[in-house]
């Protein structure tokens, strides 16, 4: 008996522990706000999903300004001035300036059955319903809206590989459900669709679609609580005869049932098949409990959440966390629970030693997304590499703009090189995979495409071989170029070191000394006339997304070759100060050149690492002062509250590593240089066990500049840090001032 009172007791101890124990864990998602960047052109999605989910389950609305303003703001599907809902879609990108996916619309509606969206401002003609902000929740795994012309209120979660919808019908007038698989959002347009009601409570199907995606196929299983009455199937507005099947470019299905209590829909998804949608449902929410789904799903979130914990004010943690939020929602799973997935090659493959991954938007994400995943994430950026690896065996080239089995070669460059090469130098390729990752870089960068015959013979490409975009083309490949210098040392290939340390240099070809910028060439060897810096007519001018000022600092992977170009560290920092005091004047300008401080644009990539360059001249202090008016200028707590497309996550990934005062410049090179920290104290909590924290002392409003720092208690002179000292564990600390440290790392031997 004595025995049996301890053991209880014991157990009793242990249960309020542990309830004490999760009473306590900081809840990190209370700092998410989803409404951030989902305003003007910040694109982001919104809606309930989970860290690099396939499944982004959220509402899709109507481009309300197709014909009045511009329905590119309308990438994700959503946009925040939109007081309507078509439906909820399964898949969404975030941050993109293409639109396609938002597959596989659901909605619950009531009275009379429409086959065809609403058109804007006249609900009464199609499906659809208007909706309020008011009756509008959203957080982080979770979405909530009243549909107000319906009466239903819809709540969503999320799994990794399945959408869960709850539809509460607060009144019953022939109540049914809409699929709609013909349904279009942006550029995106069926192909072929298919419905098969299979019970009373499954229905499966596939939508196959051509738009950014040329080729896109999505497989998908419905689950409902509640039992189908009754399903009549339409291709378009046209009744489909037949018994429980319809196949056609544009199948539909309304889904009449008696809601007696809430409606519960689990949505799996698959890019193989039917059959592994269904299972997807049985692996991941095997249950009818929609609350546990939720829960699931917010603690995926905050278990990526506190990989980093920033202690601010709460405004900046909010500003912080949802950037941190929105970096991790692509790339996206493209594998199903048994390992298969869908290669470019149209072929099934499997493979349970990895997760496969898609959505790699890699001009924009290999300068701080990747790096940042490096740090935070051993595993999935592992996995991230040899997604590409399989990709690259699949098409005979790393990809560029991967989506959804896809290649859709969008911007310019080699961008994958660069996160296969960091990858590589921070041993996160396995060994026996080495050899294949080399030869990955090296094919691709050997190509012959968009003037890339011209850099493997270590000339410049001339702008008669490409009449738009050729120094952007060609700073990018000498980025990229870099990577493959690196790869070569690394594996000891010497002769290749050589070659593409030449290539690398390339870009100094196309410096007009004369001007003080990067031109294009013409094959004689002349610049180009008449030159304009501030020209950036979209696609068409020498750059892609930039002008001449732009595109004068694209050079990261050499900046001391970029400095002596300009006549050394003076004249260096004398241009970057005119940079950014110029009139923020735009000729013809591309919508994607935006977040302007003089001519630096905070709302594209090109410029990312542009605060940072002054640390290579002894001036990080400068720096200090860019890119402490950027976070706190363009990175708000309100929907506008990014000053341009996220862009997959780069621009929140940006201002992650920037608010916690360090960014990989070079992405390649493992050094991360000072910047202006924002926080009191951030800890990373590592994929090794180890935490690494950066603490700021006098840290303030006023205080941006760094007077000192010390390492581990030890004075440390450098105005950079490596991944190695990070990834080791430790302490940073930045004593903070009012005033400028001129003295601070101006010595070159300190420099990054």
Same mark, same amino acid.
């Given at each position: ?11 009793? @101890? ?26 003007? !052109? ?19 609305q ?58 804007f ?12 902000? +008011? ?14 012309d ?8 999320a ?10 019908f607060?009144?019953k ?16 347009? &069926?192909?072929?669709?298919?419905? =098969?009601?299979?019970?009373? !409570?499954?229905i499966?199907g ?10 896109? =196929?999505?497989? @998908?299983?419905? =689950? ?8 009549? #199937?339409?291709?378009?507005?046209t ?12 199948i539909k ?36 409990? #929609? ?18 914990? #920033? ?17 991790? @929602? ?13 290669g ?21 994400t ?22 590409m ?7 005979? =080239? ?9 290649? /859709? ?6 961008? +994958? ?67 493959a ?36 060439? !013409? ?6 006339r ?7 007519? !979209? ?12 595109? /004068? ?29 110029? &009139? ?18 905070q ?35 309100? &929907? ?83 991944h ?23 010595d070159?031997t @300190?420099?990054?």
């Amino acid at each position: 008996m004595k025995w049996i009172f301890r053991t209880t007791i014991t157990i009793a @101890f242990s249960i309020i522990a542990s309830s004490a124990a999760k009473a306590q864990e900081p809840s990190y998602i209370q700092y998410v706000n989803p409404y951030i960047g989902s305003a003007d !052109h910040g694109h982001v999605f919104v809606g309930a999903n989970v860290p690099n989910g396939l499944v982004q389950l959220g509402p899709s609305q109507i481009a309300q300004t197709w014909d009045r303003f511009n329905g590119w703001d309308w990438c994700s599907g959503y946009n925040y001035i939109s007081e309507e809902i078509l439906g909820f879609t399964h898949t969404h990108l975030s941050g993109t300036g293409i639109g396609d996916l938002n597959d596989i619309l659901i909605l619950p509606a009531n009275g009379s059955p429409h086959l065809h969206p609403a058109p804007f401002n006249q609900m009464d003609k199609g499906y659809g319903s208007k909706i309020s902000k +008011a009756n509008e929740k959203v957080e982080a795994g979770y979405y909530k809206v009243l549909l107000e012309d319906y009466d239903i209120l819809a709540e969503l979660t999320a799994s990794e590989r399945v959408g869960y919808h709850k539809y509460t019908f607060n009144k019953k007038d022939n109540p049914h459900l809409l699929i709609d698989l013909g349904f279009r959002m942006n550029w995106d347009t &069926p192909t072929d669709t298919y419905l =098969k009601w299979v019970d009373d !409570h499954t229905i499966i199907g596939y939508r196959f679609s051509k738009g950014w995606a040329n080729d896109q =196929k999505v497989y @998908f299983a419905i =689950k409902s609580n509640t039992k189908f009455d009754n399903i009549d #199937f339409y291709n378009d507005s046209t009744a489909v005869k037949g018994y429980r099947v319809a196949q056609g470019k544009s199948i539909k299905a309304i889904v009449t049932l008696n809601p007696a209590k809430p409606v519960e829909l689990k949505v799996g998804l698959s890019p193989v098949s039917t059959t592994n949608a269904l299972q997807n449902i049985e692996a991941e929410i095997p249950d009818w409990d #929609f609350a546990k789904a939720t829960q699931k799903a917010q603690k995926k979130w905050n278990d990526v959440l506190k990989k980093i914990d #920033f202690q601010a004010d709460d405004n900046t943690k909010t500003i912080f966390y949802t950037a941190l939020y929105h970096s991790y @929602f692509a790339p996206t799973l493209f594998s199903d629970v048994n390992g298969d997935y869908m290669g470019t090659d149209k072929q099934v493959y499997n493979d349970k030693t990895h997760q496969q991954y898609t959505v790699f938007s890699l001009w924009d994400t290999y300068r701080a997304l990747h790096p940042l995943m490096t740090i935070l994430e051993e595993q999935k950026s592992k996995d991230f590499v040899k997604s590409m690896l399989n990709i690259y065996q699949q098409q005979g =080239k790393l990809p560029v703009w991967h989506l959804w089995a896809n290649e /859709t070669n969008t911007m310019v460059g080699l961008p +994958a090189i660069p996160v296969v090469a960091d990858a590589m130098l921070k041993g996160l390729i396995d060994k026996q995979d080495l050899e294949l990752a080399y030869e990955a870089i090296k094919t691709t960068a050997m190509g012959y495409e968009h003037g890339l015959d011209f850099v493997t013979k270590l000339t410049y490409i001339p702008i008669e071989n490409m009449s738009n975009e050729s120094v952007a083309w060609a700073l990018e490949y000498a980025i990229a170029d870099f990577g493959a210098y690196q790869a070569a040392k690394f594996l000891n290939k010497q002769e290749d070191a050589a070659y593409f340390e030449k290539r690398y240099k390339l870009y100094k070809h196309y410096y007009d000394a004369e001007v003080g910028h990067f031109v294009g060439r !013409h094959a004689n060897g002349t610049f180009r006339r008449p030159f304009d810096p501030f020209y950036a007519e !979209h696609r068409n001018n020498d750059y892609c997304e930039g002008n001449a000022w732009q595109y /004068t600092w694209l050079v990261p992977q050499d900046v001391q070759g970029l400095i002596d170009l300009m006549g050394g560290d003076r004249k260096f920092v004398e241009k970057l100060d005119e940079f950014i005091n110029l &009139p923020e004047q735009l000729d013809n300008a591309s919508p994607d050149i935006s977040g302007m401080i003089g001519q630096y644009a905070q709302g594209n990539e090109p410029n990312h690492h542009v605060p940072y360059l002054y640390a290579y001249a002894g001036a990080p202090w400068k720096g200090a002062e860019l890119v402490h008016k950027t976070m706190t200028k363009y990175f708000t707590n309100d &929907p506008a509250g990014l000053c341009g497309n996220d862009d997959v996550g780069q621009m929140s990934a940006w201002y992650v590593f920037s608010a916690v005062g360090i960014y990989p410049a070079n992405p390649m090179d493992g050094k991360y240089v000072f910047g202006s920290p924002l926080m009191q104290q951030a800890t990373f909590n590592l994929p090794n066990g180890k935490t690494f924290s950066i603490k700021t002392k006098n840290n303030g409003p006023k205080n941006i500049y760094i007077n000192k720092v010390k390492l581990n208690g030890k004075n440390y002179p450098y105005s950079y840090i490596t991944h190695q000292l990070i990834m080791q564990g430790g302490e940073l600390e930045f004593e903070m001032s009012a005033k400028p440290n001129k003295k601070f790392a101006a010595d070159k031997t @300190f420099r990054p």
